[in-house]
């Protein structure tokens, strides 16, 4: 697989009242039926070329501090199969936040995919998740295959 590197500069501001719309995750348990044809991964089309990608994102969070957040995601037949995350912050407050951002965050978006996860207040760190949503668009615009 291919490592593609990219940098975006995003900063979101913090807005007093600001609301966060919420993902979420439909799945069916509907049995197929035997003559179904199903696609595996590899077989399916996408519009996302297979990689891993690199992208940074700079954010603003209170009392004027700037947190970075790169992230490293893997794409395969469309769909994230590995991503790591390693934010850095200067303040005390951010890390409360990070920290339980960075420990759910794998596990909210691997196996999705990746035209259409969108994560929101994870771990509570809702500045961090919109950094994170920035860094999927960053990445989404790399990945076009």
Known sequence: ????????????????????AGASTTTSSAATPATTNTLTLSESSSSYADGTYVASV??????????????TITVAGGVITNLTVDNSYSDHESGRYI???????SSAVKGESLSSVSV?????????????????????????A
């Open 1 to 20: 697989m291919d490592t593609h590197y990219c940098d975006s500069r995003y900063y979101i501001s913090n807005t007093i009242g600001r609301r966060f």
């Open 99 to 105: 920290s339980d951002f960075e420990s759910l965050i």
């Open 58 to 71: 700079n954010y603003s969070v209170p009392k004027g501090d700037v947190n970075s957040l790169p992230a």
């Open 120 to 144: 929101s207040r994870v771990g509570g760190a809702s500045l961090t998740s919109d950094a994170f949503n920035a860094v999927l668009d960053t990445i989404r615009a790399d990945a076009k």
